[in-house]
Nanobody, 111 residues
Framework: QVQLKESGGGWAQAGESLRLNCTASGGAFDTNLRAWYRQAPGKQRELVASIHINGRIIYADSVKGRFTISGDNAKNLVYLQMNNLKPEDTGVYFC?????WGQGTQVSVSS
C-alpha cells in the first residue's frame, strides 16, 4: 500500500527557512498532480502549492515569492522550500500525490 511521508518540519524563527520533503513508499503509482496543504490550529486545511506534471504551478497568495514547490515525477518526490517564514505559516503541512496523503509534519514559526 502506498504511503507518503513528510519530513523537514520543525521550529523556525520569522525570516528563517525550512525545506519539506515528501517521499513515497509501498508501491509505484502515477499521478499528474502533487501538492502541499497546511492546516493551522482552528482553521480549515488550505492549499499551499501544487505542481502539475505539465509544469503548471499554483501558489496560495500568502506564500507567493517565499515558497517554492518542486518534485521528481519519476521518484514520486515532492519538496517545498519555505523561505522568509512568518508566524502565520505555522501549521501542519500535508503532502498529497494523486489520491494519497501523508500524515503531516508540524511547522512552527515564532516571531
Amino acid at each position: 500500500q502506498v504511503q507518503l511521508k513528510e519530513s523537514g518540519g520543525g521550529w523556525a524563527q520569522a525570516g528563517e527557512s525550512l525545506r519539506l520533503n515528501c517521499t513515497a513508499s509501498g508501491g509505484a503509482f502515477d499521478t499528474n498532480l502533487r501538492a502541499w496543504y497546511r492546516q493551522a490550529p482552528g482553521k480549515q486545511r488550505e492549499l499551499v502549492a501544487s505542481i502539475h506534471i505539465n509544469g503548471r504551478i499554483i501558489y496560495a497568495d500568502s506564500v507567493k515569492g517565499r515558497f517554492t514547490i518542486s518534485g521528481d515525477n519519476a521518484k514520486n518526490l515532492v519538496y517545498l522550500q519555505m523561505n522568509n517564514l512568518k508566524p502565520e505559516d505555522t501549521g501542519v503541512y500535508f503532502c498529497t500525490q494523486g489520491k494519497y496523503w501523508g500524515q503531516g509534519t508540524q511547522v512552527s514559526v515564532s516571531s
